[in-house]
T-cell receptor, first 115, second 113 residues
């Protein structure tokens, strides 16, 4: 079975631009979470979506937004990019229901470089 | 609020030696605990998880971890390390109904011949 997939794998943008990152969860998983991992740090939670509804939001500015589609795939959007947004963006999926919902499976990430 | 501390930033072990990576957590209720491994430039792979029950948890690649509530710890162990185990290891804590996993800063493992 395919795992979590993310696109693109790498991206280079300049300050002030906008970026959209995409994620497809494991088949059957209804919840998608987004994390930002800055070099040398652990992942930091950005958003979680379940059944197209936002269930949780981390401590990130309003420049960050996301949505989930009927097929459970998700997009993360970042506006007005700053140098500090350079990071590996990880998508994780989970079943979204019951105890097993607490186990998140991660994709390979999108590495964003802001110049 | 929940938090995770991984006291060791870097650890070096010889191939074939045993390994223990430390993880301490802070969480007011029953924690859900996870260990993930990340190879350079890659995403996170789940090694093992603890929700409840037996406090010694077996995972993939020969890893195991022990939950000790009294010490708020969830240390990862492997009896004999292989060169392919060199990677970054992250401990994470979640909880029932929580939306996010809270990760430690990671421990970088170097394996020497």
């Amino acid at each position: 079975d395919a795992g979590v997939t993310q696109s693109p794998t790498h991206l280079i943008k300049t300050r002030g631009q906008h970026v959209t990152l995409r994620c497809s969860p494991i088949s059957g998983h209804k919840s998608v979470s987004w994390y930002q991992q800055v070099l040398g740090q652990g992942p930091q939670f950005i958003f979680q979506y379940y059944e197209k509804e936002e269930r949780g939001r981390g401590n990130f500015p309003d420049r960050f937004s996301a949505r989930q589609f009927p097929n459970y795939s998700s997009e993360l959007n970042v506006n007005a990019l700053l140098l500090g947004d350079s990071a590996l963006y990880l998508c994780a999926s989970s079943l979204g229901v019951g105890l097993l919902a607490e186990t998140q499976y991660f994709g390979p990430g999108t590495r964003l470089l802001v110049l | 609020a929940q938090s995770v501390t991984q006291p060791d930033i870097h650890i070096t072990v010889s191939e074939g030696a045993s390994l223990e990576l430390r993880c301490n957590y802070s969480y007011g209720a029953t924690p859900y605990l996870f260990w993930y491994v990340q190879s350079p430039g890659q995403g996170l792979q789940l090694l093992l998880k603890y929700f409840s029950g037996d406090t010694l948890v077996q995972g993939i690649k020969g890893f195991e971890a022990e939950f000790k509530r009294s010490q708020s710890s969830f240390n990862l162990r492997k009896p004999s390390v292989h060169w392919s185990d060199a990677a970054e290891y992250f401990c994470a804590v979640g909880g029932f109904g929580l939306r996010a996993l809270n990760f430690g800063k990671g421990t970088s493992l170097l394996v020497t011949p």
